[in-house]
Nanobody
Framework: QVQLVESGGGLVQAGGSLRLSCAASSRTGSAYDMAWFRQAPGKEQEFVAANTWRLGITAYADPVKGRFTISRDNAKNTVYLQMNNLKPEDTAVYYC????????????WGQGTQVTVSS
C-alpha cells in the first residue's frame, strides 16, 4: 500500500513557476512508477508526466513538453513536478499517482493540489 500526499500548489501569474511535491509513505525506490495527472474544471483527467522506476525514463504530455520537468528523490520518498512558463490553461487540480512497475494502471493516488494560473 502506498499513500501519496501532494503539496506546492497555489496561485501564480502566467509565465511564473511552481514546484509540486508528492511525498510517498512507501519507498519510491521500491519498484513504483510515478506520474502526475491533472483535471481542469469541466474536463476529463489527463496525463501530464511520468517517471519510471526502472532506468528513470520520463514521458510528458505534448502541452507541457519543454516547460514541465518530473523528477524523483528516492532517498526522500518524494516526486517533484517543476512547472515553468505556466499558462492559464495549466489551471487544474494536479494529482500524483503511483503504480507497481509490473502493472499498467496507476493504483495509488494522492488527494490533489490546486494550481491556478492567472492571465
Amino acid at each position: 500500500q502506498v499513500q501519496l500526499v501532494e503539496s506546492g500548489g497555489g496561485l501564480v501569474q502566467a509565465g511564473g513557476s511552481l514546484r509540486l511535491s508528492c511525498a510517498a509513505s512507501s519507498r519510491t525506490g521500491s519498484a513504483y512508477d510515478m506520474a502526475w495527472f491533472r483535471q481542469a474544471p469541466g474536463k476529463e483527467q489527463e496525463f501530464v508526466a511520468a517517471n519510471t522506476w526502472r532506468l528513470g525514463i520520463t514521458a510528458y504530455a505534448d502541452p507541457v513538453k519543454g516547460r514541465f520537468t518530473i523528477s524523483r528523490d528516492n532517498a526522500k520518498n518524494t516526486v517533484y513536478l517543476q512547472m515553468n512558463n505556466l499558462k492559464p490553461e495549466d489551471t487544474a487540480v494536479y494529482y500524483c499517482a503511483a503504480k507497481n512497475t509490473a502493472r499498467t494502471e496507476y493504483a495509488y493516488w494522492g488527494q490533489g493540489t490546486q494550481v491556478t494560473v492567472s492571465s
